[in-house]
């Protein structure tokens, strides 16, 4: 068998967890199965445009990543040399949005692959004999997506992938849901089983050897026909209740089962089985979704049951920016704080911003949300690092007393949010007084106004200017006018005592408010945030049930 040069391209966004199906497909190429030579990138390497490539593989995995994932693929074509036809492209977003990507006039030839590579190869690949594809002659071989995966090729990047020391693997694919916001159905398809997880387990443990964790990456794993099989066989793989992995020459590690996707509380809430069976393994933390307030009684009896059964390290996944409005959000965030309190457990939040799973970045508004609100939400998860803690207090603080006080917060400057207690309790306090002064002559009509306005100028570069337009413009009302800087100033700028110093720009000569709007230092001078340009962090498309 001929060697070929395989090369393994993963685009250079920020990802948690390896790519699986690029490990497969190592496996499937590598020394224990073709035996050919397999290299892996992630991002752009010019060092491999030096070598003939005989194949060149792309995955790819959210839709907002689109121009990350355009970049990888316009490289893996360089790479080839031009010979568009060596380069395979599939994944989540490759299947989810198959059209856009076979369109695209630059990447003609490319060969996109849709779906899973659960036929045998040549089947999976769209290999063909006619057109002396290698491998295509291979028609029996083991489908790639059940292949034990390469973890050698994550050895190769400088990159470190935070969960990495653990199994990945299925106990079951696709969903009994058809939720609208869920790529899911599309993705995969109808629940169905997957072979026993002994096969994946013993083919890592004699390649690279036992891993610390299990990371189970079911849609829907208590739907499974199988659930009490699946549990059980956890158990036998060494990870039950309390288990510790012990290596020589090192002291014994604690062991978790993370079934990532989180679990259904529909079905969860139905019989005390599911939690009964659950607990007898090291689930660290057992993840329920939590996707809309209607939600709520068979969210809150999955978490009773759980603790009744001793599981209270939980973790909770909370959909919004979809047909959900900031109150609900903040009610759902305000229900695990009742709960943490009422049944001693541990339930740390993390809300998930929804973006349809087609769009190539991350725009979208939902029809209860504006611009600004989405953007003030996740400056106050980036001080929170994306969790909602379980303290009360700490929730009080981050979130407000109410939901009124929730939604004062969304409506606050921004570095008023990213610098609380210099502007509530520091020398920003004159600031903060003269902004509620300002802001306590508006009507809720031009409250409305302001954070519409607010969330057009997020869209605008170079943000300074646009800011300075609206601060200008005439047709906008005085009293909003003066507001305006205030939501300008740099979350990372020294901190301001002055409006006026920080805001030279806008001088009388800029700017001439309605007499009734003037007063002794109006508020009218303020520094443009440039944190305000960069992308908001990573949100998490949905891929199961409850779960973006």
């Known amino acids: 068998m001929t060697k070929r040069n395989i090369l393994l391209i993963e685009p250079g966004y920020r990802n948690k967890y390896p790519p699986l199906g690029l490990m497969k497909i190592a496996a499937y190429h590598g020394p224990h199965g073709r035996g050919d030579n397999v290299v892996f990138v992630k991002g752009h390497e010019p060092e491999v445009l030096g070598q003939v490539w005989d194949r060149v593989y792309v995955t790819t995995l959210f839709s907002f990543e689109w121009k990350r994932t355009s970049a990888a693929i316009d490289f893996a074509i360089s790479a080839a040399r031009g010979q568009a036809e060596r380069v395979f492209v599939g994944g989540i977003a490759a299947s989810l949005m198959f059209e856009d990507f076979v369109k695209e006039p630059r990447w003609a030839g490319v060969r996109f692959v849709k779906g899973l590579l659960d036929q045998p190869p040549p089947t999976s690949l769209q290999l063909s004999v006619v057109d002396g594809d290698f491998g295509a002659d291979d028609t029996v071989g083991t489908p790639i997506e059940e292949l034990v995966p390469d973890y050698s090729i994550l050895e190769q990047v400088p990159y470190t992938y935070p969960v990495r020391d653990a199994y990945f693997g299925y106990a079951s694919r696709g969903c009994i849901r058809k939720c609208s916001f869920c790529g899911v159905p599309k993705l ?49 793989l060494g990870f039950h209740g309390g288990a ?84 609900d959000l903040y009610e759902r965030m305000n229900i695990n704080i009742a709960l943490n309190a009422r049944l001693g457990v541990q339930i740390w939040s993390f809300p998930m911003r929804y973006l349809p799973v087609t769009m190539k970045d991350r725009s979208h508004v939902g029809r209860h949300w504006s611009r600004y609100y989405l953007r003030s939400f996740q400056i106050m998860l980036q001080a929170t690092h994306g969790v909602v803690s379980g303290s009360h207090n700490f929730f009080l603080r981050a979130f407000g007393n109410s939901y009124e006080e929730f939604e004062k917060l969304l409506a606050l400057p921004h570095a008023f949010i990213f610098h609380r207690n210099y502007y ?28 519409e306005l607010l969330s057009g100028v997020l869209l605008m570069r170079p943000r300074r200017e646009a800011f300075l337009e609206l601060a200008s413009d005439k047709s906008v009302s005085g009293l909003i006018r003066q507001l305006v800087p205030f939501h300008a100033i740099d979350t990372k700028a020294p901190k301001v005592t002055n409006i006026a110093q920080a805001f030279p720009e806008l001088t009388p000569h800029h700017i001439l408010p309605e007499p009734e709007a003037l007063v002794e230092d109006a508020g009218l001078y303020e520094p443009l945030d440039e944190p305000l340009d960069q992308q908001d962090p990573t949100p998490l498309q949905p891929v199961g049930p409850g779960v973006d």
């Open 188 to 236: 995969e398809g109808a629940q169905r089983e997957m072979p026993p997880l002994l096969g994946l387990v013993a083919g890592v443990d004699a390649e690279f050897g036992p891993k610390k964790d299990l990371i189970l990456m079911d849609n829907n794993v208590v739907a499974s026909s199988r659930y009490k099989e699946v549990i059980a066989e956890i158990r036998d």
């Open 424 to 451: 509530e309790h520091g020398e920003g306090r004159p600031v903060l007084d003269e902004y509620n002064a300002l802001l306590g002559r508006l009507n809720s009509e031009q409250r409305n106004e302001l954070i």
């Open 244 to 327: 510790v992995l012990e290596r020589p020459g090192s002291p014994g590690v604690k062991r978790r089962v993370d079934f990532n996707q989180g679990v259904d509380a529909r079905i969860l809430a139905k019989t005390s089985m599911y939690l009964r069976e659950m607990s007898t393994i090291c689930i660290d933390p057992l993840r329920i979704a939590f996707d809309h307030v209607g939600m709520r009684k068979v969210y809150e009896r999955a978490v009773e049951m759980a603790a009744d059964h001793g599981l209270t390290s939980l973790s909770n996944y909370m959909l919004y920016n979809f047909m959900d409005t900031p109150r």
